[in-house]
């Protein structure tokens, strides 16, 4: 439970603190942002800031020379998937924490721009950053929210993912924060396709067909042959899994939305970690990489699992 | 490179043949036997046949089969059985049989032939599960000499009623392969101086290319693999080349992996594999 007086400018967390902040326009955006930040440098604490390009810049131009100092990542290049951005800020904290530095970050996953199945995903990343650092070492991550330009959705949405609310003026706790959202989240229902779908079965004898059948499907979407090999390899990863952890077997489906090809698998297993596929794996590890893998590949990827099965939907934009 | 690929028909021999001919009856064991050797004939090889089988396939033969007894009276034609090759090259093993062949191979070229061409029904050992891994070493060992262009060629029959198991753990050692649809899922060979992986590897053949690759000879400084052949790689197979690295390693010995896709590569930065393992990346990919 976050309490106010947790809250005061300048002190130094004791927790992981997880803090959506509400902005209108890029001066409220710097007035936000730039205290966070500097407050930051001056209590030595190492600042990496992910934002999309735009804010960005205008960040790294009103830092000045206190710039030099920040380390920026451009968001839409590392949270191109959100399912990926976990883990960036793992290999981050673990590595500046080894070295005797606190780390406070800046990230923007749900920017201005993003499709609602993108969305969807921040979202769950967001919940799922709560668990994935509250029992770790102590850091600040700010997560500015235009509200200016997001659906309403969205930035209601942030509310109920991060326990402390804030704008340029103040910073409380979210009395909407859901500490235990996520289960519901990881086991919502994806929407339906509104199109026709192509679907097979497929068993442990099945793994090189559905993976041809999957290649054959990209390539008649006019995906690049890159983006085929890619879903390939996904293909023969979530098959695999299906097999091996999944039930035994399991069901592909493909079908065209807008600007994107679906590829879904699903099976009666039940993921009980969803935190599944966001770290990197150990290096002596023997497996537990294939959706990680299909995480850092693919351009958007939906793991959605509850005691009824899994499915997991992998979207490539054309 | 080397003639490689997977065979619907009987390939014209060359100088460096290794070829595993899954067959499903006398009818078709036959018709190869004779293909293999004719090829041989023609070269001005001696043959060498080996187990029961290939040497009753002979009898009753067309020409230039006809006359086997003068085939073997002028040294052009040897015979021996499964028991006799056992009692000529000592225990079963990769090292007693490579020294019994490359004597054979240097005794058949001392007597004016262009080499040694073998033919041998294995499918008894194949069918042992104690005895398949040694001669799946055997095999890929066999082939790294054939390889150097020693003069030995050889043709590795198997029967087509072995599992689909035993048959792929013996048909992946081997470029060129008659088998049964999608046995083998990938092939290991040598080429020059350097392994070469062709086929598919995913999860489920990762440990027989595990297997394979753990027993693979190293001659100098380290290995070389070349991926230009391999269609599809997957996360555990891509593990696998790594852990092989890594045991090189220790070994001090280096790998050099040549023409690896740009998915392969970058599969490997994103596992972190280059942290596991040093491996010189060479050839093709950007």
Known sequence: MTVLHELAPGRIPVRFEHEALFYRGEDDFLAGL?????????????????EPRPRLELLRDALGDDAGAVQFLDMAEIGVNPARIIGVWATTLDEHTRAGRRLRGVGEPAFSGRRPAEFAECELHELLLNRAFDDGPAWRLLCPYDEDRLPRAVTRGA?????????????????????DGVADAFAATLPRPTDAV??????????????????????????????VEVLELAASELATNSIRHGGGSGTVAMWLEAGAAVVEFSDSGHVTDPLTGRFRPPLDSVGGRGVYLVNQLCDLVQLRSSARGTSIRVITWR | MRAHGVLSGFPAAGTSDHVCWVYDDDAAFGAAVREFLIGGLER???LLCVGERVIDSLRGQLPPFGDIDALIADGTLETLTLAQAYEAAGPFGPANLLGYYDSATRRALDAGFRGLRVIAEVTALAADPSVRPELVRWEHVADDYIAQGTGFTAMCAYSGELTREALADV???HP??????GVPSFRVFFDDDRLVLAGSVDTFGADRLARVLATSPVAGDGAVLDLSLAEFVDVTACRVLA?????????????EVRNASPLLRRMWRILALDEFVPVQFAGAAA
């Open chain 2, 176 to 181: 060129l392969v008659h088998g049964p649809d």
């Open chain 2, 171 to 173: 048909a992946a050692v």
């Open chain 2, 44 to 46: 001005g090889e001696r």
């Open chain 1, 198 to 227: 192509l679907s097979g079965v497929f068993g442990p004898d099945d793994i090189p067909a559905t993976r041809r059948t999957v290649a054959q499907y990209a390539r008649r979407c006019g995906l690049s042959e890159e983006q």
């Open chain 1, 34 to 50: 730039l205290p966070f930040v500097r407050e930051g440098l001056e209590l030595d604490d190492v600042v990496v800031v992910a």
């Open chain 1, 159 to 179: 509310l109920h993912t991060h326990p402390i609310r804030s704008t340029s003026a103040d910073r409380v706790p979210s009395s909407h924060y859901a500490a």
């Open chain 2, 243 to 255: 852990q092989w690295a890594r045991d090189l390693q220790d070994r001090d010995l280096d790998v």
